[in-house]
């Protein structure tokens, strides 16, 4: 059985940096992806980011375009996400997703609060 979770969340001020990570278990992984997700209260689940495995390769969503930084320790299996000033506009519960062989899984995700 597939597994996330998430840590790294909390209340922070406006400007402030936070590092979320997402470990991943429960079975051997080759060729995937994993990313994050954010859905703010009354809002639906948004793109964030992504990084593939193999190369490395990333994705932002506009929002968070040179501010936010994907990252992956692939001996852990554990995705980062390092955010940069935060804004008013990213509190949200960020999820940890994982994409393999056609699958997508989940985390219970982990609650950013912004204050200004």
């Known amino acids: 059985q597939v597994q996330l979770v998430e840590s790294g969340g909390g209340l922070v001020q406006a400007g402030v940096s936070l590092r979320l990570s997402c470990a991943a278990s429960?079975?051997?992984?080759?060729?995937?992806?994993m990313g994050w997700f954010r859905q703010a209260p009354g809002k639906e689940r948004e793109f964030v980011a992504r990084i593939k495995w193999s190369g490395g390769r990333t994705y932002y969503a506009d929002s968070v375009k040179g501010r936010f930084t994907i990252s992956e320790d692939s001996a852990k299996i554990t995705v980062y996400l390092q955010m940069n000033s935060l804004n008013p506009g990213d509190p949200a519960v960020y999820y940890c997703?994982?994409?393999?062989?056609?699958?997508?899984?989940w985390g219970k995700g982990t609650l950013v609060t912004v204050s200004s």
């Open positions: 997703s994982l994409n393999v062989d056609s699958m997508d899984y």
């Open positions: 429960g079975r051997t992984f080759s060729s995937y992806a």
